[in-house]
């Protein structure tokens, strides 16, 4: 060592011995992890409750250089970009508007129809601490935990959609199992038809639909939401739309687990709210200022005919009238079989 | 007398900077940034140091902190216990056992000894975790986390190196 290099040690044989030891330590901690899965949890919990703090500052440094390295390539795309968000912005906008005036007619309906409302969801914001993106494995950790009120079980989403569920939980950090990880199975409703299966996750981007009932063909870009079968999840989050894979059926999930850094833990295990009683008040009738209308006798109330249910009519080939059938309602009420163009 | 330890009567803490690297890499491995996507798995961090501490120094790498350092990452990513650990182990029985052929490389075979170490390691890591489910994995995960960690050797060791040369140094026997 005297030329100031280092050399590469070749001492061998004392390793061997416990090698032997650790070897045979390694096999008997796979074979009790096996037999007693939940034996470490605690330990892991607390392994990561004491690291969260080493956890939470390596995160601020690489978070700057991924923004760092992320804006590079941004720069040149500023521009386009900007259109884009103008546009998008636009018609957010629009939807925004209508959505606020579909959740007032929703909430008139269910106040007329004495509708028991969706159970309250309280929820916990939650950073991403840790990320496991590893061959079979595709884990977050948060630093929320049970002093949060994080429970395993539940839902964790972002402003997008649903990216997984906590399945441990600590003092200070929850662990959450993504939608894409392998051990990931979720009951899920598939709209327009409510079509019920199982979400799976295989490693890949897009998680499988399987448990599907015979014979369901699925439209590409349907949306598909959490079912809320088996009381573990609320029902609705929305998950992603679908993707036709071959035979198979994928989910295009709408919140990216790669980029998502702030997070909620939605609480379901909540009591459902009772819907608060109607008083005179709240009528549309008495609202407007009118009377309300006096009880009916009970003779008259069980003479109400039922109403028929729909029937499908085909459309008619242009030109053709249709044909006058006889209402059967009130022989007084007002039968208008005339069309518009004809008066 | 220096390079036994660049921090002189403080030698312990020179000694434990290989196991501090290997935590540190299993810290990294598992931070919620990813500068690949989602695409490819993070790179093993934690077996670089692993590696080469285990060729230069055995002493201060010990099976016991390949085996520890590996039931830490099982720890920390979530995995059922020990996989990882096994795996550290059984490449470091491999490395150990090769050691003559590994510490005798040097620029792209010194890539090419660590790449084997870590096809030696995901290979460990993808049969343990099929026995263990008793399902065959796909192994195109396998296939990129063993692509992307040797890739990323090259500028660790840059740093690696320099630790050992400045802080670590030879053994003593080596005079």
Redesign the interface.
């Known amino acids: 060592?005297g030329n100031g290099s280092?050399?590469?040690?070749?001492?061998?044989g004392?390793?061997?011995l416990?090698?032997t030891?650790?070897?045979v330590?390694?096999?008997?901690?796979?074979?009790?992890?096996?037999a007693q899965?939940s034996?470490?949890d605690r330990?892991?919990t607390g392994?990561?409750d004491w690291?969260q703090p080493?956890?939470e500052a390596?995160?601020t440094p690489?978070?700057t250089?991924?923004r760092w390295?992320g804006s590079i390539g941004n720069i040149f795309w500023v521009y386009q970009e900007n259109l884009k968000l103008k546009e998008e912005n636009a018609r957010l906008k629009q939807w925004h508007n209508t959505a606020q005036v579909l959740t007032e007619r929703l909430k008139r309906y269910q106040l007329l129809l004495n509708a028991v409302p969706d159970p309250a969801l309280s929820s916990v914001v939650a950073r991403?601490?840790?990320?496991?993106?590893?061959?079979?494995?595709?884990?977050?950790?948060l630093d929320a935990g049970k002093s949060h009120g994080a429970k395993p079980g539940q839902a964790v989403v972002d402003q997008r959609g649903m990216i997984g569920r906590v399945y441990?939980t600590g003092e200070h950090t929850s662990?959450v199992i993504l939608l894409?990880d392998?051990n990931s199975r979720i009951p899920v409703s598939i709209e327009p038809n409510t079509d019920q299966a199982i979400m799976s996750g295989?490693?890949s981007?897009m998680p499988l639909i399987e448990t599907l009932a015979r014979g369901v063909e699925l439209k590409p870009d349907s949306q598909v939401v959490t079912s809320g079968d088996g009381d573990i999840l609320p029902a609705g989050i929305p998950i992603g739309v679908i993707v036709k894979d071959g035979s198979h059926y994928r989910v295009a999930l709408f919140a990216d687990?790669?980029t998502a850094?702030d997070v909620e833990i939605v609480d379901f295990k909540q009591k459902p709210e009772h819907p608060p009683s109607v008083g005179q008040q709240e009528l549309p009738v008495t609202a407007a200022g009118l009377a309300p209308a006096a009880p009916q006798p009970q003779a008259a109330t069980s003479q109400v005919m039922p109403v028929p249910p729909p029937v499908y009519k085909p459309p008619l080939p242009p030109g053709q009238k249709p044909a006058v059938v006889p209402q059967q309602g009130p022989a007084n009420a007002p039968v208008n079989n005339a069309e518009p163009g004809d008066q | 007398m220096e390079r036994l330890g660049g921090f002189g009567s403080n030698r312990v803490a020179s000694n434990v900077i290989p196991v501090l690297f290997g935590l540190f890499g299993v810290v990294i491995t598992n931070v919620p940034i990813s500068a690949f996507g989602s695409w490819i798995p993070a790179p093993m961090y934690a077996l670089m140091p692993v590696y080469y501490w285990c060729l230069v120094r055995p002493d201060l790498m010990t099976p016991g902190w390949a085996f520890l350092i590996g039931f830490i990452h099982d720890i920390v990513s979530g995995e059922p216990p020990g996989l990882w650990a096994a795996s550290f182990v059984a490449t470091y029985a491999i490395i150990d056992k090769q050691r003559d052929a590994f510490a005798g490389l040097s620029g792209f075979g010194a890539i090419l000894g660590f790449a084997t170490a870590t096809l030696v390691a995901c290979s460990a890591h993808y049969v343990i975790f099929s026995l263990y489910h008793w399902h065959l994995m796909p192994v195109t995960g396998s296939i990129k986390e063993f692509a992307v960690t040797s890739i990323l050797y090259i500028p660790v060791v840059v740093v690696l190196a320099y630790m050992h040369r400045r802080f670590v140094g030879p053994l003593r026997s080596e005079f």
């Open positions: 060592m280092w050399k590469i040690s070749r001492s061998r004392r390793a061997h416990p090698l030891v650790v070897a330590l390694a096999i008997f901690l796979v074979l009790l992890g096996k899965s034996l470490f330990a892991r392994v990561i690291m080493a956890l390596s995160r690489m978070e250089m991924g390295m991403v601490i840790g990320r496991a993106n590893h061959p079979f494995l595709q884990t977050m950790i441990l662990w894409t392998l295989d490693n981007p687990q790669t850094q």
